[in-house]
């Protein structure tokens, strides 16, 4: 795992990263003006198949986001399930509504096109990464 190249995807602070069962991650998150800390741990860890991370501290009132590795046609498919919700009840389900799930869809999209040009030769690429592999539950 080249965690250089992959953390250019993300804002991960650790200055190094050995992940595994019970890893914590710390990263600051741009959110409109403001800067956020959220902080997961990887609670489920089955290389080279699955990894399951769940946050401890951070915006969500729960998020838990299982990644799953699988070969299909000779190339490895990253498939992610993000399960979350939001604080403040009401209040968050409209910003929910309003901007929090467009964002998340952003996000990963952003995500699934900075990882396919780390590891996808661009003839696969250009045919593939319009049909997206992360569900969001919310």
């Known amino acids: 795992l080249d965690v250089e190249r992959l953390r ?18 710390e990263y600051r998150i741009r959110w409109s003006v403001l800067t956020l800390r959220w902080v997961t741990r990887i609670t489920r860890w089955r290389a080279p198949h699955e990894f399951e991370d769940v946050q401890e501290a951070g915006p969500y009132a ?3 986001h299982r990644h799953r590795f699988s070969e299909r046609e000779g190339v490895v ?5 993000v399960d979350y919700a939001l604080p403040f009840g009401p209040l968050g389900s409209l910003v929910h509504r309003l901007r929090v799930r467009r964002q998340l869809e ?3 999209a ?3 096109r900075a990882i396919a040009g780390i590891f ?8 593939t990464l319009d049909s997206p592999v992360t569900t969001i539950v919310h």
């Open 62 to 64: 729960r998020w838990i």
């Open 120 to 127: 996808i030769p661009l003839d696969f690429r250009l045919s």
């Open 77 to 81: 498919v990253m498939e992610d399930r």
């Open 8 to 25: 250019s995807v993300g804002q991960l602070n650790e200055e190094r990263l050995e992940l595994g069962e019970g890893s914590r991650i």
């Open 110 to 112: 952003y995500r699934r």
């Open 106 to 108: 952003e996000i990963f």
